[in-house]
């Protein structure tokens, strides 16, 4: 059971990238998934989250309206697809699965700068 992001890289202010989180062992649909950010020298913090079954989702209010989280059911994948980044998007992303344990992925990093 576990998670394997991708998609992070370098990327010029006011771009996009879209990063995925391919689960292996269990079905994302029946899970909360989430995505994290950690900086250098700060807390892990939520960014966005998407419920189980129907999928409602939630949005730190530094990005909202600037970053999407969905799911792909019949890839078994989350993605969150991140516009406009900003330099303090800089950080490295993690997708965590809730639940009656919690699974955390490697991370992927995301750099926006000039």
């Known amino acids: 059971v576990h998670v394997v992001e991708s998609g992070g890289g370098l990327v010029q202010p006011g771009g996009s990238l879209r990063l995925s989180c391919a689960a292996s062992?269990?079905?994302?649909?029946?899970?909360?998934m989430s995505w994290y950010r950690q900086a250098p020298g700060k807390e892990r913090e939520l960014v966005a989250a998407i419920g189980s079954g129907g999928g409602s989702t939630d949005y730190a209010d530094a990005v909202k309206g600037r970053f999407t989280i969905s799911r792909d059911n019949a890839k078994n994948t989350v993605y969150l697809q991140m516009n406009s980044l900003k330099p303090e998007d800089t950080a490295v992303y993690y997708c965590?699965?809730?639940?009656?344990?919690?699974?955390w992925g490697q991370g992927t990093q995301v750099t926006v700068s000039s």
């Open positions: 965590k699965r809730s639940g009656w344990r919690t699974i």
């Open positions: 062992g269990f079905t994302v649909s029946a899970y909360g």
